[in-house]
């Protein structure tokens, strides 16, 4: 199996009777989302995606991703929320965080859309002065406020440098497969698209055309991906919580929820998890933060934060855990070189392999953080492919989903986001909210 | 000011005898601090570092990142925590966080050091190629593991490449002023070399050489940064809430502490403030988290992050609370272009400046999150020079020093990050270590 969970380090923090007694309510939360009964079973459709993804539109995204690698210099992706962070976390995690410095055979991909600020944007426009471009925008309904504006901005620029003739062989659309402004315009404009599917939320896409798109233009073998996902989803169907790691993780966190740890911290040992870590705190954080309750999502890098976070970890208030993301091979071994003057008092790991300190640098953390009285959850995860990334991500996906029908909530909706929203709207005046401006006006002027 | 408490976003949220309270609370840790005579009263250097500071020393930086401007492609800064978060905030909030990508007159600058990962240093070892280099190394002691590691790899490099001679010109040593092997091999080695102060703590250190000079070699104007650290520090010396925005801040968030809000989301609407957001969470969750105190550190940026964590926040647990940074002018205005079409329906925006709906969001989600229960202190900053950056640093250190003797403990220690470090010295073999190791070794065996 591509991911393991290690429970050793919740020695002492977990006991058999409460896990026992949570096992049952996973089977049950299992036995809820397979029925396809539960709460949020509109959005299911991510549950067998690894086997019944459109296999055409794969090929049609394989084409377009060489055409796009043949033509430009920058791919900017335009997108927000989970059609942003999935195909981030997965370019970062199998190709590196420093992708857009390193020399490749492969575009620059710059994120856009994802923010609105004016820096952001003018700082992209100028990276992207004299270069080659594409433009793959990812908005289901094409209406959302970040990559709307982001949209007008760098089709005009296409439009104006090569012309609308040219710029239609550069801009690529996923969206909505029917319905939409940004659908329809895309059809007449004559831009090729791609889908969202209707059944799959946005923080659940990483593994459709959202995600695969992208993914691909950075060189990333999105079959052995899939491959990947389907793996674990045949593992994730078995029920029993021995042999399916995400029933296993659903139970221990919410095990250690229950016994008042309130904030979950998603560790990493390397750079390259660091996305991963945002994609893993929307999918976490949306699916379960509601009705005053859930786990609050936080992350950090190891050994880095150690030098940071690490303190509080290990002394701070006694309600939190973390889950540790152990990955076993990340690249080929770099030998520690010896220094004859010995001027650190390093040479006792002269001569190691740095990947070796860094797995030590965990087990002596996981034992120092048991010592302080934090539970620690261990997914130990085979290495950094392409093919582990899908494993990891289904993995997650359907942990969070049997998390959430055991915390008796929705797992599948986000009704929380759209009060920013419709207060922004009305703010900015916006037809249709006339009503709660004036309100919201007065509000503010008091402020 | 540079840097303003609004507080008109706690209305509800606290009461005015508890402020009160509170704010006597806060005058006695102010004259605590003013004393000299609180816990960790041997670190308290940087109180008075604006006015202080070493300018011979301050001169000889600015000399030598004029060198290193003149004489490398890329800067290669080794260090961890204290000695690499400061840096990089300021490079990326005065700068920017595309720094590196973006065309300058300046070298690139990447950090090293500060971490264990294979897959990191490899990378930029692979980016170096070809390209001239320099280097930073910071480090007290000279043995710290991360950066130490880091330093015999690219010391190695630069000797080879350019013989010990050349390499020489080419090294900058930031470390102890006198005791150390650090600062005695470099200075038979004839490397320049700055002070990492006695009495300064590492996460209290972007102010002085530690900072500076990486913080210079980007262009920016390190004058300004400690004029900006000195007008804040007289601020902060008044002793009168209403006028001292440290101490107000500091009186909230334990206000907010003692009424159940134990995590602190740092909110920035501006990507460039991610690393100051990290930061921060150092100075915060190293200074209070200890004795199973402290508020929990933790950050995002929106609205990139309204879509992934603002669900959890609106409609999550009910134990947090924010603090916004509210960057008044970020740079020149970027106007949203008009589509005859309206497509995407945000024709009711064209014409307005994206810093207008970014303002306009951030009043938005403040409003939606105090009805969503949540309060949020909003930290109101003037622009992003190098003057409020100064300004800014200085403001949140002294709130953290009062802060700490508020929570009542030393908020200038660090006792727990040993915790892991002797672990992993003795799983490793490190001479000294022996009797630890064979019980370390028998735990992990058992897991």
Chains 1, 2 share one sequence.
Not at 84 to 105: H, T
Not at 135 to 140: A, D, F, M, R, T
Not at 194 to 199: G, L, T
Not at 240 to 259: F, G, M, Q, T
Request: glycine share 8%; hydrophobic share 40%; net charge negative.
């Amino acid at each position: 199996m591509s991911v393991k969970i290690n429970n050793k380090f919740l020695d002492g923090f977990v006991n058999e009777a409460d896990v026992a007694s949570m096992t049952k309510r996973a089977y049950s939360a299992q036995e809820l989302l397979k029925s396809k009964k539960g709460p949020g079973n509109d959005y299911i459709g991510w549950v067998e995606l690894p086997e019944n993804y459109d296999k055409d539109e794969f090929a049609r995204i394989k084409i377009a991703a060489e055409k796009i690698k043949k033509s430009c210099d920058i791919l900017v992706v335009i997108g927000i929320g989970g059609s942003y962070l999935g195909a981030r976390a997965a370019i970062e995690f199998v190709k590196s965080p420093l992708y857009n410095n390193l020399k490749k055979d492969t575009p620059d991909i710059y994120f856009a859309g994802n923010t609105i600020s004016t820096t952001a944007l003018t700082e992209l426009l100028s990276i992207c002065e004299g270069k080659d471009i594409c433009l793959n925008v990812i908005s289901k309904s094409g209406t959302t406020t970040e990559p709307a504006i982001a949209f007008r901005v760098f089709k005009a620029l296409l439009n104006e440098k090569y012309g609308e003739q040219g710029a239609r062989e550069r801009i690529f659309v996923t969206t909505d497969k029917e319905r939409g402004t940004l659908k329809q315009f895309s059809d007449e404009a004559g831009y090729e698209t791609f889908v969202v599917p209707d059944d799959v939320g946005g923080r659940y896409s990483v593994l459709t055309a959202v995600g695969l798109l992208p993914i691909a233009c950075a060189g990333i073998d999105i079959e052995a991906m899939m491959k990947g996902a389907y793996d674990s989803m045949k593992a994730c169907e078995l029920s029993d919580s021995e042999k399916n790691p995400a029933l296993s993780y659903a139970i221990y966190r919410n095990v250690l929820l229950e016994a008042g740890k309130s904030t979950e911290i998603l560790v990493g040992y390397e750079p390259y998890l660091l996305m991963l870590n945002e994609w893993w705190k929307q999918l976490y954080g949306e699916s379960e933060g509601k009705e005053h309750k859930g786990i609050f999502p936080a992350s950090v890098i190891f050994s880095t934060d150690l030098h940071s976070l690490g303190q509080y970890i290990q002394d701070g208030k006694r309600n939190l855990f973390e889950t540790v993301i152990d990955v076993k091979k990340s690249c080929e071994d770099f030998i520690i070189p010896n220094d004859p003057r010995n001027v650190d008092g390093l040479n006792f790991i002269s001569g190691e392999a740095l990947s070796h300190v860094n797995s030590t640098a965990m087990l002596a953390t996981l034992i120092a953080h048991n010592d302080g009285g934090v539970p620690n959850i261990v997914v130990e995860v085979k290495d950094k492919s392409a093919y582990t990334f899908g494993y990891l991500v289904y993995f997650f996906e359907y942990a969070c989903a049997i998390s959430g029908y055991i915390l008796g909530v929705n797992p599948f909706d986000q009704p929380g986001v759209e009060a920013y929203k419709k207060n922004m709207f009305a703010l900015l005046g916006k037809p249709g909210y006339e009503g709660m401006r004036a309100e919201l006006e007065k509000r503010a002027l008091n402020k």
